[in-house]
């Protein structure tokens, strides 16, 4: 009797712990402040820093590797269970313990970030008023910077880059509100790149172990911001619009020109996309240089020969849910909620005026 009694506590162990885990998913989701302190600025770094340092060991992408097992496992044991090698009962405290790890796993090592207080807040950064005239302002000054921070991609050196990359990070760490990482590793490639391309993936963040993946893919000019996005995910940043405004502007307040320029491009195309119904749009993309319109036809052709429909759909759809399910209530569609964190950075003189200071 006591045999079994110990069996059965010994496999519900991961279930229950996978449910306190999930009671706290739902404290802590009104509790930005606390996760922020002891989880985000405390626990993670720590956390993530020893991953990384395990991880970085390897040319290839153990977050692939992990997801790969996980679909031969499953497929496996509906195997086993179809030629009764193993019973119903049996194959189902399996996979229950199998998912109870990764549900453990995924919000201890990473996934507790998506509770942590907002951009605005977290940064000190006041929240402006949404008015035309300020965007079509900033949309204008947006264009100029494009315009002028325009350089061939021809030569890109991608790990001069990620140097690039890293040091503007850490410059900018303190006005972020970031702990610096040990143990960083250079950006691994997606393992089935073309896979991803065809849904439109042009780079992942893997939280098991840490690592940032960047799809191959990717043009030339399209990496410097991929890579300084996936790097956002890395420093704890969840939310997709806020990792693309945190890579637009240490990518923006790099020295390198290829970093400035990446950056741009990336950002003006969610302003075209939110100004298209504007009296002045035509006016303010007519000012765009044929060599940053060009850069945009082939981005467009080059996804587009890559996209397949049927896999692009399934994968927003899923990702759709993830975000919703992880706290970010707009899911696919908060990558455009990075225009809003430009317009408040771009009226905020205070909060532009320390990262100045920071960066000198």
């Known amino acids: 009797m006591k045999t079994k009694h110990f069996n059965i506590k010994r496999w519900l162990f991961l279930p229950v712990t996978a449910l306190l885990f999930f009671g706290l998913t739902q404290i802590w989701a009104h509790n930005p402040e606390f996760v922020e302190r002891y989880y985000s600025q405390m626990l993670y770094p720590v956390v993530a820093s020893c991953l990384s340092f395990l991880s970085k060991w390897l040319p290839f992408s153990l977050d692939d590797v992990f997801y790969i097992f996980l679909i031969l496992s499953f497929i496996f044991g509906t195997i086993l269970l179809i030629l009764r090698k193993i019973s119903f009962s049996q194959s189902a405290k ?13 919000y201890l090592f990473w996934g507790f970030n998506y509770f942590r207080t907002d951009l605005n807040n977290r940064l000190t950064m006041k929240e402006q008023q949404a008015e035309t005239e300020a965007f079509v302002s900033v949309f204008t000054e947006l264009v100029e910077k494009t315009n002028a921070s325009w350089c061939s991609f021809h030569n ?3 790990q001069e880059m990620a140097r690039f990359i890293e040091q503007s990070y850490e410059k900018l760490a303190p006005a972020l509100q970031l702990n610096t990482l040990s143990g960083k590793q250079n950006a691994k490639k997606i393992t089935f790149s073309h896979f991803f391309a065809q849904a439109g993936i042009s780079g992942y963040f893997g939280p098991f172990f840490n690592e940032v993946h960047v799809n191959r893919f990717n043009l030339p000019v399209e990496y410097p911001f991929v890579l300084a996005h996936e790097k956002a995910h890395q420093y704890g940043i969840t939310g997709e619009a ?12 790099s020295p390198s020109e290829h970093l400035q320029y990446s950056a741009n491009l990336a950002i003006l195309r969610y302003f075209i ?3 298209r119904r504007l009296e002045q749009f035509p006016e303010i993309v007519g000012q765009l240089d044929e060599r940053v319109k060009d850069d945009f036809r082939k981005i467009q052709k080059h996804w587009s020969e890559l996209r397949n429909e049927k896999i ?4 927003s759809k899923v990702n759709d849910v993830y975000l919703k399910t992880n706290n970010v209530e707009k899911g696919v569609q908060d990558y455009t909620g990075v225009v809003k964190h430009v317009m408040d950075f771009s009226l905020d003189t205070a909060f532009q005026q320390k990262l100045v200071s920071v960066s000198d």
């Open 94 to 106: 399996i996979l229950l313990n199998v998912l109870a790890t990764v549900y453990i796993s995924f």
């Open 156 to 158: 890109m050196d991608e």
């Open 242 to 253: 806020e990792a693309n405004f945190y890579s637009w502007l240490v990518c923006s307040q």
């Open 273 to 275: 996309y939110h100004g």
């Open 312 to 315: 692009d759909r399934a994968a």
